[in-house]
């Protein structure tokens, strides 16, 4: 059984930084692509970043680059989202998720088989 759990979120204020991380099990963690999505209240959930077993990551919203950065540890079978520089407009709730691995980081929510049940990050003004 694949699970996938998230820990991390939290209150921030503006300006502030948190680490998410999410822990794989029940899946060979190598063949996997790791993503992490938003959904922010009224809004459709959104690709924030992915990042493949070699390391090569893809950043999909404009607003996040320079300040977010995925990454993995593959020893521990964990994927991170640091989160520095935060801004109200952050605040959603983020899902990790895992899509097999076919050569390229997929930005679709389709792509993703499997997903954690998301852990809400709040950052005041």
């Known amino acids: 059984q694949v699970q996938l759990v998230e820990s991390g979120g939290g209150l921030v204020q503006a300006g502030g930084s948190l680490r998410l991380s999410c822990a794989a099990s029940?899946?060979?963690?190598?063949?996997?692509?790791m993503g992490w999505f938003r959904q922010a209240p009224g809004k459709e959930r959104e690709f924030v970043a992915g990042?493949?077993?070699?390391?090569?990551?893809?950043y999909s919203i404009e607003s996040v680059k320079g300040r977010f950065t995925i990454s993995r540890d593959n020893a521990k079978n964990t994927v991170y989202l640091e989160m520095n520089s935060l801004k109200p407009e952050d605040t959603a709730v983020y899902y990790c998720?895992?899509?097999?691995?076919?050569?390229?980081?997929?930005?679709?929510?389709?792509?993703?088989?499997?997903w954690g049940q998301g852990t809400q990050v709040t950052v005041s003004s």
């Open positions: 998720a895992a899509a097999r691995s076919l050569g390229v980081v997929p930005g679709t929510e389709a792509a993703y088989g499997y």
């Open positions: 029940g899946l060979t963690f190598r063949s996997y692509v």
């Open positions: 990042i493949r077993w070699s390391g090569v990551s893809l």
